[in-house]
């Protein structure tokens, strides 16, 4: 098992592009999130999902969408990115919410 | 929203020490979680204890869920456990809520 796989690792984008990070995971895990985190800090949910077709917010989730179209993927898309969104961004998936398992994680520069 | 505070923020130990982590939580959770956060950005996962006490090796955890916290031990510490401690709570809408994280140093 693969385990979480997040693409890419690293990206430079634009001020005002699009980008989508992708996430996978080979678990068959129900539970899946994106968070990010800004240097020195803790992490932030953007949006989780509990189910393929079920997607809702969490902390942060202005300028992001998401689609859960599939158990195994949960892509996180940025519109228009601003220099707000430089962060390190991480996807995660769980089991009924229960062990959370993460991914390498994509370090995001928007220039 | 629900508020998790960890303490201290940070702390610096000689390598054999030992030491207590702290996650305090303002509302129920369905479950606690420990992460470590190594120097290379990778998050482990520790601990999944929505009660009671764990033990892995040289780490234990310990919830107390009635009373709202969480409490890790680190014994016997060593230079490999330097990195970034966070707790982690689900809430009762399915939200996984990171704490504000404890970073550690541990010197030889």
């Known amino acids: 098992n693969a385990g979480v796989t997040q693409t890419p690792k690293f990206r430079i984008l634009k001020i005002g592009q699009s980008m989508t990070l992708q996430c996978a995971q080979d678990?068959?895990?129900?539970?899946m999130y994106w968070y990010r985190q800004d240097p020195g800090m803790g992490l932030k949910l953007i949006y989780y999902s509990v189910g393929a077709g079920i997607t809702d917010k969490g902390e942060v989730p202005n300028g992001y969408n998401v689609s859960r179209s599939t158990t195994e993927d949960f892509p996180l898309r940025l519109e228009l990115a601003a220099p707000s969104q430089t962060s390190v961004y991480f996807c995660?998936?769980?089991?009924?919410?229960?062990?959370?398992?993460f991914g390498q994680g994509t370090r995001l520069t928007v220039v | 929203g629900i508020q998790v505070e960890q303490s201290p923020p940070d702390l610096i130990l000689q390598e054999g020490a030992n030491s207590t982590l702290r996650c305090n939580f303002s509302d129920s959770v369905n479950n606690l979680q420990w992460f470590h956060q190594n120097p290379w950005g990778q998050l482990i996962n520790l601990f999944y204890?929505?009660?009671g006490t764990k033990q892995n090796g040289r780490l234990s955890a310990t919830t107390v869920a009635t009373e709202r916290y969480s409490l890790l031990y680190i014994s016997s510490s060593q230079t490999t456990d330097s990195g970034v401690y966070f707790c982690a709570v689900a809430t009762a809408t399915d939200k996984l809520i990171f704490g504000t994280g404890t970073r550690l140093q541990v010197f030889p």
């Open positions: 204890i929505p009660s």
């Open positions: 995660a998936s769980s089991f009924q919410g229960g062990q959370a398992f």
């Open positions: 678990m068959n895990h129900n539970y």
